[in-house]
């Protein structure tokens, strides 16, 4: 009997096996995380108010320097305490709001930059304008070091890619319509009325993220070993390197991309205000057409867009500085620079996401880091360079750091 009830069991556990095999092959695969379009579209939105706030001060440079007292280059200083205080947030907000819900740390990131351009539309002087910007950096520099995570939320990691398209959109849209809208509403209002303006919006946008945007959980494992760790891994340190190296030099140029546009001459003439706000549309046309054609391609494509792309961030900085007298040859050139720049943005994304898909968190905060740090420095060197020798001393410190940022990025590629 004790040999038939183990027959018996045998029997039952073979059956059990193969049903289970039977429901394994014909049971549907895992479905794939729903692509949240409206979600999506808020984070453009928060993308494109928080880089337009980041820099307003560009576009209103003259009128800003000349309310606050002060020069060119000091009135340059506000982009730089934002991407101080951004450099010391990205790689640590995690670590300082572990257990958060990181759409709740968006909306609350989100009413803090609208708070700063209020504070900014009512300050004094430029030391309170700074202090003001400090609650800038946060926000934007909180809201790109999670970007990776809530997008892989949104839309799940096979398309990541296309979910930062999305993010960066954002930004070039703040190139097309932002920074030129706050030059174009400047000369009918006041620079101060603009910066109010984007606190309105940019509170009502957080709102927004609140409603439509899904709960995302927060890392459990982040922490400073974790960020140490991350950039010890192959090609990753090089790589960020070659990174900050290459938005240095862009934005070495391009924080001081009105000084520059002042030098053409058309008829004998400096341009007129109207000829500088479609220049720096032309810019952000750029970064949309950039974007939507990266973004498309990326995924497919990320080994040569890692390696064209810094290339053609320096080109463009390279034609301004060579033909500053001619008009044409500057308008294709910043096309080509803003279309260069937001491929940049994604394709960075990517290769981070690609490398370090089990650290979204640390790698997007690593990046943002570098990003800001370059950021920082390029405002500080080009506003001591601006002053000093003039904006063409600027753009060619841009060139070589660009140059030398590409280099990087492509070894780190190859590792």
Same mark, same amino acid.
């Given at each position: 009997?004790?040999?038939?009830?183990?027959?018996?069991?045998?029997?039952?556990?073979?059956?059990t096996s193969v049903m289970t095999d039977?429901?394994?092959?014909?049971?549907?695969?895992?479905?794939?995380?729903?692509?949240?379009?409206?979600?999506?579209?808020?984070?453009?939105?928060?993308?494109?108010?928080?880089?337009?706030?980041?820099?307003?001060?560009?576009?209103?440079?003259?009128?800003?320097?000349?309310?606050?007292?002060?020069?060119?280059?000091?009135?340059?200083?506000?982009?730089?305490?934002?991407?101080?205080?951004?450099?010391?947030?990205?790689?640590?907000?995690?670590?300082?709001?572990?257990?958060?819900?990181?759409?709740?740390?968006?909306?609350?990131?989100?009413?803090?930059?609208?708070?700063?351009?209020?504070?900014?539309?009512?300050?004094?002087?430029?030391?309170?304008?700074?202090?003001?910007?400090?609650?800038?950096?946060?926000?934007?520099?909180?809201?790109?070091?999670?970007?990776?995570?809530?997008?892989?939320?949104?839309?799940?990691?096979?398309?990541?890619?296309?979910?930062?398209?999305?993010?960066?959109?954002?930004?070039?849209?703040?190139?097309?319509?932002?920074?030129? $809208? !706050? +030059?174009?509403?400047?000369?009918?209002?006041? =620079?101060? #009325?603009? &910066? *109010?303006?984007?606190?309105? @919006?940019?509170? %009502?946008?957080?709102?927004?993220?609140?409603?439509?945007?899904?709960?995302?959980?927060?890392?459990?494992a982040a922490s400073l070993g974790i960020?140490?760790?991350?950039?010890?891994?192959?090609?990753?340190?090089?790589?960020?390197?070659?990174?900050?190296?290459?938005?240095?030099?862009?934005?070495?140029?391009?924080?001081?991309?009105?000084?520059?546009?002042?030098?053409?001459?058309?008829?004998?003439?400096?341009?007129?205000?109207?000829?500088?706000?479609?220049?720096?549309?032309?810019?952000?046309?750029?970064?949309?057409?950039?974007?939507?054609?990266?973004?498309?391609?990326?995924?497919?494509?990320?080994?040569?867009?890692?390696?064209?792309?810094?290339?053609?961030?320096?080109?463009?900085?390279?034609?301004?500085?060579?033909?500053?007298?001619? $008009? !044409? +040859?500057?308008?294709?050139?910043?096309?080509? =620079?803003? #279309?260069? &720049? *937001?491929?940049?943005?994604? @394709?960075?994304? %990517?290769?981070?996401?690609?490398?370090?898909?089990?650290?979204?968190?640390?790698?997007?905060?690593?990046?943002?880091?570098?990003?800001?740090?370059?950021?920082?420095?390029?405002?500080?060197?080009?506003?001591?360079?601006?002053?000093?020798?003039?904006?063409?001393?600027?753009?060619?410190?841009?060139?070589?750091?660009?140059?030398?940022?590409?280099?990087?990025?492509?070894?780190?590629?190859?590792?």
């Open positions: 009997m004790v040999r038939t009830s183990r027959r018996k069991e045998r029997a039952a556990g073979a059956l039977t429901l394994s092959l014909t049971a549907p695969a895992p479905a794939r995380p729903r692509f949240r379009s409206a979600a999506l579209v808020v984070m453009m939105l928060t993308s494109f108010l928080l880089v337009t706030a980041e820099f307003l001060p560009n576009g209103v440079l003259t009128e800003f320097a000349r309310d606050l007292g002060v020069t060119p280059g000091q009135a340059g200083q506000a982009v730089t305490v934002t991407a101080l205080v951004g450099f010391l947030v990205a790689p640590t907000i995690g670590l300082l709001v572990p257990r958060l819900d990181r759409r709740t740390l968006l909306v609350w990131l989100a009413f803090a930059a609208a708070a700063s351009n209020l504070l900014v539309a009512i300050a004094p002087s430029l030391a309170i304008v700074l202090a003001s910007r400090v609650l800038l950096g946060a926000a934007l520099s909180g809201f790109w070091a999670m970007s990776l995570t809530v997008s892989a939320r949104i839309a799940g990691p096979e398309r990541l890619g296309r979910a930062v398209m999305f993010t960066t959109a954002g930004t070039s849209l703040a190139t097309v319509l932002g920074v030129p $809208l !706050g +030059v174009l509403l400047s000369t009918i209002a006041d =620079w101060r #009325a603009v &910066f *109010a303006g984007a606190a309105v @919006v940019t509170a %009502a946008v957080g709102v927004a993220v609140r409603l439509l945007l899904p709960r995302v959980p927060s890392e459990s960020l140490a760790s991350t950039l010890r891994r192959p090609g990753i340190g090089l790589g960020l390197s070659g990174h900050v190296l290459t938005v240095f030099g862009h934005f070495t140029a391009y924080t001081y991309i009105r000084l520059a546009l002042e030098r053409i001459q058309q008829d004998g003439e400096p341009l007129a205000e109207g000829s500088i706000v479609v220049l720096l549309a032309l810019f952000g046309v750029g970064g949309l057409v950039g974007n939507i054609v990266t973004g498309a391609i990326v995924d497919r494509h990320l080994a040569l867009l890692s390696a064209v792309v810094p290339v053609l961030v320096g080109l463009p900085i390279v034609a301004v500085v060579v033909w500053p007298t001619s $008009l !044409g +040859v500057v308008g294709a050139a910043v096309v080509v =620079w803003g #279309a260069a &720049f *937001a491929a940049w943005l994604i @394709v960075l994304n %990517a290769w981070i996401g690609r490398r370090l898909p089990d650290r979204l968190e640390a790698g997007g905060g690593l990046v943002v880091a570098g990003f800001q740090l370059a950021i920082m420095l390029a405002a500080a060197v080009g506003g001591l360079l601006v002053d000093a020798a003039g904006v063409q001393a600027a753009y060619l410190t841009g060139i070589a750091a660009v140059a030398v940022g590409a280099t990087l990025f492509g070894i780190a590629g190859r590792r």
